[in-house]
């Protein structure tokens, strides 16, 4: 049946089994040899080791930066050829990366002739070690290409290097790229804060810049769609693509989609500054996978999903509506024996050369960084500045080399911060430079990859002092090229680098200025032994934690995160079919409607703990205002009973449904009543409600301790509701609150501690919807006088898992029946085969009246027929013959709302939904 749970079949291996084996494969596939005849033949049968044979094939000598982007097999395309082996030919799963910037920046040479040049950044630099994988590189090329001509002849430059471009015009990358991107999401992710400016100005900047932020991701999207084969996988890359993920999905709800963040994700209370906040984050979760560097900023960002969207947050990730969104966090590498082998070419033992005569006799610190404001250039040179200045020993024996990598220099932020950084160091220079020699070499440009390598090579102390920076390879490359000097790294704790290199590196707080100078200091006086141990601690690190690990390690997860998403959607039941359900009504003879209440006939809530203002009047449950109308009709219909069957009081259901012709059953149908008539009680007799007093202590003490929580007490059960309040801080409380029950006043009691997602509610044994439809159900049938059996039934709420029992009551038995009449309920509908166990009539209790333990008038109100009404398999008829359920499983529906995991044969996705369905109801009612 849809929606029946079964724990997890044995054969179906766990996750992390799945992970840990394919941990294995990749490993073996890089230690297998290609001649071993036996490993190939096992992995032949499912090719597992294709991906090996095609790097070794095609990579053996490892590759050289130029020859890799400039030679004729294309950047990525050396690795994308199948490859034949005993007659197979195996072929690697496609990867499309796709991020701002392509790896090679685009110069145009004529009208339709253009030069590639590598782009400089962590990005480009990590992906490049990525083998395993069919890659296509899908971004902007940094240039504006308004003519048709110049677009396709880049297009197809580009194709040779397996890339493929997207065309933004100026207009957009002024928005998109400088506006958006690089004024907003940047500094602000970098803890930055928002631009300043008059207030008016940027409110209107950043609501054309967010719209040029959207438009641009379309675009991206437009071309992914466009070369996307089915199975491939998408690697969206960045803060410039958050909203990548959903247009993907919303193209194609089949895409694999993972996006990975390479900046730090901030603290939820800084991201809750933007005002596009919610968009972007849902924009994000529409992937399947989300990455980050540090667990921190995994941690950050699922705390934003569930405090400002009100997600709800999961070791595993994000979690809406059953949908999961993974969240993980996989700390970048470098291709460290590209570092490695580079040491040994001619071209970059030459630099080594000159650079070691031209510093001959000094100690050199080394600084390799974007011009950018986060890389803490400014403080780095003062803190310099200080060294020499308390060192005085030391100001001819040491020299600072600055590479400070000119970027987004059309923004005014990075400007203003290249003539900052040169007013400092001219100033330094002027005080401590001589007139042969200055302590700061200041280089406002990049360098190639081979005089980098060199320069880390000859490096005493390297000096990373980023205010934030979400990974910092420049700290990874420096470490890989050191093998024999063994330097030392200082190193910015803000740095996610920071959580890998900590323990080798000087940790230091860059806007510590007196710290900083002081490491220097210490730094430059090492001993060799620690040097030398330090290095090899991040020397460990940094060999064995590279770029292709990483890109796997994202890859095979997201694959995996797929196979589970499917795994869990098999279990999720199948959405309500509403003309089927309509059509099964119109054709029913006398039906019986049981609507829960909150979250089914009332207005769905946004975001909850985070909708100020209007929370007061949310507390109170309210109809929808558009069920109003089908609820009439439908209650009006002589074929129909509705049944409102709610967790509710009395006053609630009063208030919302005192008007129409219906049943209510409030408190879990502790109390029933036709809307005509009055309230009575249908608890069991002898219902024990000790516990009361001490519970409610407990739920006092909480909800005094927890902010914007409230409690309800109710005739048969106490709830503890933390809708309202900071969801993590509700959670901890439950948690605290949870454990103090069991421990304490419910130990040995009997009761049901019902846990809802912001809701704790300890019942009496055996309260529930399902037994308390048992009890009123006969009740219903004799008042109303029905005389033809119930052929239809409709359950339909937001129903916790103890209260789904009203789904299985109904449920028509499955084996040992034929197809057709699944199950027939029968009992005495007359009048007199219903009897009150204590008192002859049913008690009366005042509508909306709190309720009180223990009255005199509580009665309870059995079936007599009560056994034969459960009896399985058999149709049971009683006194005139009269069976009051004939229900065939095609006229069953029940349907869970909002819940994915629900033992109901169907789902709606909101009470949204349920309004579209009974107005369609009543449609057919009125018909
Ligand atoms: O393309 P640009 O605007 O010129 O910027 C260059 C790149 O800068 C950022 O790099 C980040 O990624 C690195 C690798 O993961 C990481 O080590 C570093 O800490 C980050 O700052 C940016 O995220 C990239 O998208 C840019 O391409
Ligand atoms: O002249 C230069 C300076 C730096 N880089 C590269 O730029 C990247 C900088 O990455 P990092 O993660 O340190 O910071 P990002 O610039 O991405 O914020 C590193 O791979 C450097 O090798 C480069 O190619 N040429």
């Given at each position: 049946?849809?929606?029946?749970?079964?724990?997890?079949?044995?054969?179906?291996?766990?996750?992390?089994?799945?992970?840990?084996?394919?941990?294995?494969?990749?490993?073996?596939?890089?230690?297998?040899?290609?001649?071993?005849?036996?490993?190939?033949?096992?992995?032949?049968?499912?090719?597992?080791?294709?991906?090996?044979?095609?790097?070794?094939?095609?990579?053996?000598?490892?590759?050289?930066?130029?020859?890799?982007?400039?030679?004729?097999?294309?950047?990525?395309?050396?690795?994308?050829?199948?490859?034949?082996?005993?007659?197979?030919?195996?072929?690697?799963?496609?990867?499309?990366?796709?991020?701002?910037?392509?790896?090679?920046?685009?110069?145009?040479?004529?009208?339709?002739?253009?030069?590639?040049?590598?782009?400089?950044?962590?990005?480009?630099?990590?992906?490049?070690?990525?083998?395993?994988?069919?890659?296509?590189?899908?971004?902007?090329?940094?240039?504006?290409?308004?003519?048709?001509?110049?677009?396709?002849?880049?297009?197809?430059?580009?194709?040779?290097?397996?890339?493929?471009?997207?065309?933004?015009?100026?207009?957009?990358?002024?928005?998109?790229?400088?506006?958006?991107?690089?004024?907003?999401?940047?500094?602000?992710?970098?803890?930055?804060?928002?631009?300043?400016?008059?207030?008016?100005?940027?409110?209107?900047?950043?609501?054309?810049?967010?719209?040029?932020?959207?438009?641009?991701?379309?675009?991206?999207?437009?071309?992914?769609?466009?070369?996307?084969?089915?199975?491939?996988?998408?690697?969206?890359?960045?803060?410039?693509?958050?909203?990548?993920?959903?247009?993907?999905?919303?193209?194609?709800?089949?895409?694999?989609?993972?996006?990975?963040?390479?900046?730090?994700?901030?603290?939820?209370?800084?991201?809750?500054?933007?005002?596009?906040?919610?968009?972007?984050?849902?924009?994000?979760?529409?992937?399947?996978?989300?990455?980050?560097?540090?667990?921190?900023?995994a941690r950050h960002f699922v705390s934003a999903c569930t405090r400002i969207l009100g997600f709800e947050g999961t070791p595993e990730g994000v979690e809406d509506q059953g949908k999961l969104t993974r969240v993980a966090a996989f700390p970048i590498g470098i291709d460290s024996d590209r570092f490695i082998r580079a040491l040994e070419l001619q071209q970059v033992q030459e630099h080594i050369k000159e650079l070691k005569k031209r510093f001959a006799g000094k100690k050199i610190m080394l600084g390799v960084d974007r011009l950018d404001m986060i890389k803490g250039i400014p403080q780095k040179i003062l803190a310099f500045e200080k060294f020499l200045?308390?060192?005085?020993?030391?100001?001819?024996?040491?020299?600072?080399?600055?590479?400070?990598?000119?970027?987004?220099?059309?923004?005014?932020?990075?400007?203003?911060?290249?003539?900052?950084?040169h007013e400092i160091v001219g100033r330094i220079n002027g005080r401590f430079g001589t007139l042969t020699a200055v302590p700061i070499h200041h280089l406002d440009r990049s360098l190639d990859f081979h005089a980098l390598c060199a320069l880390y090579a000859i490096t005493d102390v390297a000096l990373v002092t980023s205010l934030r920076d979400g990974m910092n390879l420049v700290s990874y490359e420096f470490v890989a090229c050191q093998g024999s000097k063994k330097g030392v790294l200082i190193l910015s704790e803000f740095a996610g680098a920071a959580q890998s290199l900590g323990a080798g590196a000087i940790l230091v707080n860059p806007w510590n200025?007196?710290?900083?100078?002081?490491?220097?200091?210490?730094?430059?006086?090492?001993?060799?032994?620690?040097?030398?141990?330090?290095?090899?601690?991040?020397?460990?690190?940094?060999?064995?934690?590279?770029?292709?690990?990483?890109?796997?390690?994202?890859?095979?997860?997201?694959?995996?995160?797929?196979?589970?998403?499917?795994?869990?959607?098999?279990?999720?039941?199948?959405?309500?079919?509403?003309?089927?359900?309509?059509?099964?009504?119109?054709?029913?003879?006398?039906?019986?409607?049981?609507?829960?209440?909150?979250?089914?006939?009332?207005?769905?809530?946004?975001?909850?703990?985070?909708?100020?203002?209007?929370?007061?009047?949310?507390?109170?449950?309210?109809?929808?205002?558009?069920?109003?109308?089908?609820?009439?009709?439908?209650?009006?219909?002589?074929?129909?009973?509705?049944?409102?069957?709610?967790?509710?009081?009395?006053?609630?259901?009063?208030?919302?449904?005192?008007?129409?012709?219906?049943?209510?059953?409030?408190?879990?149908?502790?109390?029933?009543?036709?809307?005509?008539?009055?309230?009575?009680?249908?608890?069991?007799?002898?219902?024990?409600?000790?516990?009361?007093?001490?519970?409610?202590?407990?739920?006092?003490?909480?909800?005094?301790?927890?902010?914007?929580?409230?409690?309800?007490?109710?005739?048969?059960?106490?709830?503890?509701?933390?809708?309202?309040?900071?969801?993590?801080?509700?959670?901890?409380?439950?948690?605290?609150?949870?454990?103090?029950?069991?421990?304490?006043?419910?130990?040995?009691?009997?009761?049901?501690?019902?846990?809802?997602?912001?809701?704790?509610?300890?019942?009496?044994?055996?309260?529930?919807?399902?037994?308390?439809?048992?009890?009123?159900?006969?009740?219903?049938?004799?008042?109303?006088?029905?005389?033809?059996?119930?052929?239809?039934?409709?359950?339909?709420?937001?129903?916790?898992?103890?209260?789904?029992?009203?789904?299985?009551?109904?449920?028509?038995?499955?084996?040992?029946?034929?197809?057709?009449?699944?199950?027939?309920?029968?009992?005495?509908?007359?009048?007199?085969?219903?009897?009150?166990?204590?008192?002859?009539?049913?008690?009366?209790?005042?509508?909306?009246?709190?309720?009180?333990?223990?009255?005199?008038?509580?009665?309870?109100?059995?079936?007599?027929?009560?056994?034969?009404?459960?009896?399985?398999?058999?149709?049971?008829?009683?006194?005139?013959?009269?069976?009051?359920?004939?229900?065939?499983?095609?006229?069953?529906?029940?349907?869970?709302?909002?819940?994915?995991?629900?033992?109901?044969?169907?789902?709606?996705?909101?009470?949204?939904?349920?309004?579209?369905?009974?107005?369609?109801?009543?449609?057919?009612?009125?018909?």
């Amino acid at each position: 049946m849809p929606g029946n749970k079964s724990s997890g079949s044995p054969a179906i291996p766990t996750r992390l089994e799945r992970l840990l084996r394919q941990r294995e494969l990749r490993k073996f596939n890089r230690n297998f040899q290609p001649n071993d005849e036996a490993a190939a033949a096992t992995s032949d049968s499912n090719g597992d080791n294709a991906e090996f044979l095609e790097n070794e094939l095609n990579l053996g000598e490892g590759y050289n930066l130029d020859d890799d982007f400039f030679g004729g097999d294309g950047l990525f395309s050396s690795v994308n050829e199948g490859c034949e082996k005993q007659g197979k030919r195996f072929s690697k799963q496609r990867l499309l990366v796709v991020a701002n910037r392509l790896p090679v920046s685009a110069v145009r040479m004529g009208d339709d002739s253009w030069s590639l040049e590598i782009s400089a950044g962590g990005l480009v630099s990590a992906l490049l070690g990525v083998k395993e994988f069919e890659t296509r590189w899908i971004g902007w090329a940094g240039v504006n290409v308004p003519d048709e001509v110049g677009q396709k002849a880049l297009t197809n430059a580009l194709a040779v290097k397996s890339c493929i471009p997207v065309f933004l015009d100026k207009e957009i990358v002024h928005e998109y790229y400088n506006g958006y991107c690089n004024n907003i999401l940047w500094p602000l992710f970098h803890y930055l804060g928002l631009p300043q400016e008059d207030r008016l100005a940027t409110t209107l900047t950043f609501q054309s810049q967010f719209d040029a932020y959207k438009r641009a991701n379309q675009m991206f999207a437009d071309v992914v769609n466009e070369h996307y084969e089915e199975g491939d996988i998408v690697w969206c890359h960045d803060y410039h693509l958050m909203f990548l993920p959903k247009f993907l999905k919303e193209f194609n709800s089949r895409m694999k989609v993972g996006w990975f963040l390479h900046t730090p994700f901030p603290s939820s209370e800084i991201h809750r500054t933007l005002p596009s906040r919610s968009e972007l984050l849902k924009a994000v979760l529409a992937a399947d996978l989300v990455g980050f560097h540090t667990y921190d900023y995994a941690r950050h960002f699922v705390s934003a999903c569930t405090r400002i969207l009100g997600f709800e947050g999961t070791p595993e990730g994000v979690e809406d509506q059953g949908k999961l969104t993974r969240v993980a966090a996989f700390p970048i590498g470098i291709d460290s024996d590209r570092f490695i082998r580079a040491l040994e070419l001619q071209q970059v033992q030459e630099h080594i050369k000159e650079l070691k005569k031209r510093f001959a006799g000094k100690k050199i610190m080394l600084g390799v960084d974007r011009l950018d404001m986060i890389k803490g250039i400014p403080q780095k040179i003062l803190a310099f500045e200080k060294f020499l200045e308390e060192n005085s020993s030391w100001r001819d024996q040491v020299v600072l080399l600055q590479i400070a990598v000119p970027t987004r220099t059309d923004v005014p932020e990075y400007q203003k911060l290249t003539s900052q950084v040169h007013e400092i160091v001219g100033r330094i220079n002027g005080r401590f430079g001589t007139l042969t020699a200055v302590p700061i070499h200041h280089l406002d440009r990049s360098l190639d990859f081979h005089a980098l390598c060199a320069l880390y090579a000859i490096t005493d102390v390297a000096l990373v002092t980023s205010l934030r920076d979400g990974m910092n390879l420049v700290s990874y490359e420096f470490v890989a090229c050191q093998g024999s000097k063994k330097g030392v790294l200082i190193l910015s704790e803000f740095a996610g680098a920071a959580q890998s290199l900590g323990a080798g590196a000087i940790l230091v707080n860059p806007w510590n200025i007196t710290e900083v100078a002081s490491s220097i200091s210490y730094a430059l006086n090492m001993p060799a032994d620690e040097r030398e141990k330090r290095h090899q601690h991040n020397f460990m690190h940094v060999t064995t934690h590279k770029s292709q690990d990483w890109a796997e390690m994202f890859v095979s997860e997201l694959n995996d995160t797929i196979i589970e998403n499917q795994l869990r959607k098999k279990q999720v039941p199948p959405q309500f079919p509403i003309k089927v359900a309509v059509e099964r009504y119109h054709q029913s003879r006398n039906r019986l409607l049981i609507l829960g209440f909150n979250a089914t006939l009332t207005e769905p809530v946004d975001t909850p703990g985070r909708r100020g203002g209007d929370q007061i009047k949310e507390m109170e449950l309210k109809l929808h205002p558009d069920l109003k109308e089908p609820l009439a009709i439908l209650s009006n219909d002589r074929k129909t009973t509705i049944v409102i069957l709610s967790g509710s009081y009395r006053s609630a259901l009063d208030d919302n449904f005192g008007e129409y012709n219906m049943w209510l059953a409030a408190e879990n149908g502790m109390f029933l009543r036709v809307t005509k008539g009055e309230w009575m009680t249908t608890m069991p007799e002898h219902l024990n409600m000790d516990w009361v007093d001490s519970v409610k202590h407990v739920f006092e003490y909480f909800t005094e301790r927890t902010p914007r929580s409230h409690f309800e007490l109710r005739e048969t059960s106490l709830v503890w509701n933390y809708k309202y309040a900071d969801v993590e801080f509700g959670r901890l409380q439950a948690r605290d609150l949870l454990q103090h029950l069991w421990t304490g006043p419910i130990s040995n009691t009997s009761v049901d501690v019902v846990q809802g997602s912001r809701s704790v509610e300890v019942r009496s044994s055996g309260i529930t919807k399902g037994a308390a439809i048992d009890r009123i159900l006969g009740e219903i049938v004799h008042s109303k006088h029905m005389v033809r059996p119930i052929d239809y039934v409709l359950c339909i709420g937001h129903f916790t898992g103890k209260d789904e029992d009203v789904y299985t009551f109904f449920e028509p038995e499955l084996p040992a029946e034929p197809p057709s009449t699944l199950r027939s309920k029968s009992f005495n509908a007359t009048r007199t085969s219903v009897h009150r166990q204590s008192t002859p009539k049913l008690a009366r209790s005042k509508s909306g009246s709190k309720a009180s333990y223990g009255r005199a008038e509580r009665t309870s109100l059995t079936l007599e027929n009560r056994t034969s009404y459960h009896s399985r398999g058999k149709k049971t008829v009683l006194n005139e013959g009269l069976s009051v359920l004939d229900l065939k499983k095609e006229n069953y529906f029940s349907c869970a709302v909002g819940r994915t995991c629900s033992n109901a044969r169907y789902l709606l996705n909101s009470s949204d939904d349920v309004v579209i369905f009974l107005k369609e109801l009543a449609a057919s009612s009125s018909s």
